[in-house]
């Protein structure tokens, strides 16, 4: 399952992403926001999809999206199992090398900084890419997992 989640900056973005998925036969589910709201807040939204990502994170992912995606990552990135990316552009190896090396399970866009075009590249790239699974990667995640257990 692909969680989905914005605030009024990612809202029209959420949506077009929910419809590719649904076209490259992704499951997703939308977390919100559901209707516009200049007013609204994303760590509102943002954490009900980091919930369910850290409830299974080897098995769900999580796109979300704000105006830099910056602090949309950082919400996500409180959350044990999640480890979320922020991309609003740049080279492509940046999306690879978050699933290959990082095997990151949220992609967290920058809503305002992406075209649609680039935004859908980037999620299809993102979602395709495998994780490589070499024992540097799988030990530095494990790490990861250990700073995160010693902190709760």
């Not at 914005?6 to 419809?19: N, P, Y």
């Not at 490259?24 to 954490?47: I, N, R, T």
């Amino acid at each position: 399952m692909i969680y989905l989640a914005s605030d009024h900056r990612g809202f029209e973005l959420k949506k077009k992403i929910s419809v590719w998925l649904k076209e490259w036969g992704y499951q997703s589910e939308d977390m919100g926001p559901f209707a516009y709201d200049a007013e609204d807040d994303y760590p509102d939204f943002v954490l009900k999809a980091a919930e369910k990502i850290s409830a299974d994170p080897e098995n769900s992912k999580g796109i979300v999206l704000g105006h830099s995606g910056q602090g949309e990552a950082l919400v996500a990135n409180k959350y044990k199992g999640i480890r979320a990316i922020v991309y609003y552009g740049g080279p492509e190896e940046l999306i690879t090398l978050s699933r290959e090396h990082n095997n990151a399970n949220v992609l967290s866009l920058g809503a305002s900084f992406l075209d649609d075009e680039t935004a859908k590249k980037a999620v299809k790239t993102w979602l395709e890419t495998k994780f490589a699974g070499e024992e540097r990667h799988v030990r530095r995640i494990a790490k990861i997992a250990k700073i995160e257990e010693n902190i709760r």
